[in-house]
């Protein structure tokens, strides 16, 4: 009888999932070289994204192969599966996954079996039902999303040195935001900086003629950094001309018009959705307990609370914040997922030496935003930093924390080449429809936007 190896389940290859992964191929070196232990990874994509990057490579600062990382060239000791998770039945031991081969084979979903699981899918974009949204609302998770707005912004500047007709300029240069966390209020301004550098090499269009426009419902932007520095980086927004609208929601942009609950009315074909998260719909197709937010909850062990065999960190997971006042879970952000996964990766390989498990504890060591080239916030260890000194520290801190030395290489190398050179500021927004050209020269019927303006 050949003896089947104990197989570790992990679902997501984001933060969590990527590094709880190489924490599991050091921690589990000799036990994967004998063949007692197998690690599958399934993720939808073939690579890590390191999410802090995507608005400096929306700002052309950052090309966008460097912003991910391959997960089968980091993961060399692991069977990495390009798919989904549809379903879990954790008391069977069993994972229900599609593939990119199932449609194609026309097959049911694979079934799985497993011996230890870790739940690591992240989140998704927490959307309201705003008339307009799902038809005019662009993303920004993921690097597909950042580029494609960077060549939206470009083409919209296209467009408005095009026209003569004033409402269709005014529509173009008109950009609003929705929501003031990092994702937003850093996109929007590595963005405006982009723009406003973009504007020297148009004739007829300048900075003041653009419109950018930050909405956010709650009381200040950034709360992780702090009340003083949100308050200095709605100022130094406004001092840039960017209208930064607290108490505000977005209530429709049907017919490409934001309304606003303030009353105000823009006429723009940009909208840009980053207001929150919320978990991956895999989480309410298990078997596993969900607290009343939809996420898993979890011990401070990092294991499913009340199940063996069961692991989870990241946006995913409910955990235990050790350090502060009882009932308070640690923040789902990057910088506790990092943390975890390795955590995580330690304790699942002390379970399977029968070893005991040992409790994550990290503090909270601060925040770091950009807000465009070399301007930023950041409050890191009780210290505040603002304007260069934080977008610079903004910079080391993620570049110690991008996965792999071969990463941390080429992200400095192209910083060090974007200050000694200008700006690209090329938009590429035909790479959308790579085939388009080709199938208007083989007599098909173009397609409605060729150049992927939305």
């Given at each position: 009888?050949?003896?089947?190896?104990?197989?570790?389940?992990?679902?997501?290859?984001?933060?969590?999932?990527?590094?709880?992964?190489?924490?599991?191929?050091?921690?589990?070196?000799?036990?994967?070289?004998?063949?007692?232990?197998?690690?599958?990874?399934?993720?939808?994509?073939?690579?890590?994204?390191?999410?802090?990057?995507?608005?400096e490579?929306?700002?052309?600062?950052?090309?966008?192969?460097?912003?991910?990382?391959?997960?089968?060239?980091?993961?060399?000791?692991?069977?990495?599966?390009?798919?989904?998770?549809?379903?879990i039945?954790?008391?069977?031991?069993?994972?229900?996954l599609?593939?990119?081969?199932?449609?194609?084979?026309?097959?049911?979903?694979?079934?799985?079996?497993?011996?230890?699981?870790?739940?690591a899918?992240?989140?998704?974009?927490?959307?309201?039902?705003?008339?307009?949204l799902?038809?005019?609302?662009?993303?920004?998770?993921?690097?597909?999303?950042?580029?494609?707005?960077?060549?939206?912004?470009?083409?919209?500047?296209d467009?408005?040195?095009?026209?003569?007709?004033?409402?269709?300029?005014?529509?173009?240069?008109?950009?609003?935001?929705?929501?003031?966390?990092?994702?937003?209020?850093?996109?929007?301004?590595?963005?405006?900086?982009?723009?406003?550098?973009?504007?020297?090499?148009?004739?007829?269009?300048?900075?003041?003629?653009?419109?950018?426009?930050?909405?956010?419902?709650?009381?200040?932007?950034?709360?992780e950094?702090?009340?003083?520095?949100?308050?200095?980086?709605?100022?130094?927004?406004?001092?840039?001309?960017?209208?930064?609208?607290?108490?505000?929601?977005?209530?429709?942009?049907?017919?490409?018009?934001?309304v606003?609950?303030?009353?105000?009315?823009?006429?723009?074909?940009?909208?840009?959705?980053?207001?929150?998260?919320?978990?991956?719909?895999?989480?309410?197709?298990?078997?596993?307990?969900?607290?009343?937010?939809?996420?898993?909850?979890?011990?401070?062990?990092?294991?499913?609370?009340?199940?063996?065999?069961?692991?989870a960190?990241?946006?995913?997971?409910?955990?235990?914040?050790?350090?502060?006042?009882?009932?308070?879970?640690?923040?789902?952000?990057?910088?506790?997922?990092?943390?975890?996964?390795?955590?995580?990766?330690?304790?699942?390989?002390?379970?399977?030496?029968?070893e005991?498990?040992?409790?994550?504890?990290?503090?909270?060591?601060?925040?770091?935003?950009?807000?465009?080239?070399?301007?930023?916030?950041?409050?890191?260890?009780?210290?505040?930093?603002?304007?260069?000194?934080?977008?610079?520290?903004?910079?080391?801190?993620?570049?110690s924390?991008?996965?792999?030395?071969?990463?941390?290489?080429r992200?400095?190398?192209?910083?060090?080449?974007?200050?000694?050179?200008?700006?690209?500021?090329?938009?590429?927004?035909?790479?959308?429809?790579?085939?388009?050209?080709?199938?208007?020269?083989?007599?098909?019927?173009?397609?409605?936007?060729?150049?992927?303006?939305?």
């Amino acid at each position: 009888m050949v003896k089947e190896p104990m197989r570790i389940l992990i679902v997501g290859g984001g933060y969590v999932g990527l590094y709880t992964a190489l924490r599991l191929q050091r921690q589990l070196k000799p036990e994967l070289g004998r063949g007692d232990v197998e690690i599958v990874v399934v993720s939808p994509d073939p690579y890590m994204t390191y999410q802090p990057f995507l608005p400096e490579a929306a700002a052309g600062s950052i090309s966008p192969r460097h912003v991910v990382v391959p997960l089968r060239r980091v993961l060399d000791k692991c069977k990495v599966v390009i798919g989904e998770a549809t379903a879990i039945n954790h008391a069977k031991r069993v994972a229900t996954l599609t593939t990119l081969a199932t449609e194609e084979e026309g097959s049911a979903a694979e079934q799985l079996t497993y011996d230890e699981l870790v739940l690591a899918p992240g989140s998704i974009s927490r959307t309201l039902p705003v008339p307009g949204l799902a038809d005019h609302g662009i993303g920004f998770k993921t690097v597909e999303e950042a580029i494609g707005l960077r060549n939206h912004v470009i083409e919209q500047m296209d467009i408005a040195s095009s026209t003569r007709d004033p409402a269709i300029r005014d529509a173009a240069l008109t950009f609003v935001f929705v929501g003031g966390g990092y994702a937003g209020v850093e996109a929007l301004g590595e963005l405006e900086d982009m723009a406003r550098y973009t504007a020297r090499y148009y004739h007829n269009v300048k900075p003041e003629d653009m419109k950018w426009i930050l909405v956010e419902a709650s009381d200040r932007i950034l709360p992780e950094v702090g009340e003083e520095m949100g308050r200095y980086t709605v100022t130094e927004l406004r001092r840039r001309n960017i209208d930064v609208r607290l108490h505000t929601r977005l209530e429709s942009c049907a017919d490409r018009v934001a309304v606003l609950s303030d009353g105000a009315r823009f006429p723009t074909r940009t909208v840009v959705w980053t207001a929150g998260v919320k978990p991956h719909p895999i989480l309410a197709a298990t078997d596993l307990p969900l607290n009343e937010r939809g996420r898993l909850k979890c011990t401070a062990e990092l294991t499913v609370e009340g199940v063996a065999h069961a692991w989870a960190a990241g946006d995913a997971a409910a955990v235990p914040d050790v350090t502060a006042e009882a009932g308070k879970e640690t923040a789902p952000n990057a910088q506790h997922a990092v943390r975890q996964a390795r955590a995580l990766g330690d304790n699942i390989a002390r379970s399977l030496r029968g070893e005991p498990l040992e409790t994550y504890s990290h503090k909270y060591v601060g925040s770091v935003a950009s807000l465009g080239l070399h301007k930023g916030v950041a409050h890191v260890y009780g210290r505040k930093l603002k304007g260069y000194p934080a977008w610079f520290m903004h910079r080391v801190y993620h570049l110690s924390r991008v996965p792999t030395f071969n990463r941390k290489a080429r992200v400095l190398a192209e910083w060090t080449l974007s200050g000694l050179f200008k700006r690209e500021i090329v938009s590429l927004g035909s790479l959308e429809h790579p085939r388009a050209e080709f199938e208007l020269a083989a007599g098909g019927k173009p397609p409605e936007n060729p150049k992927g303006s939305s």
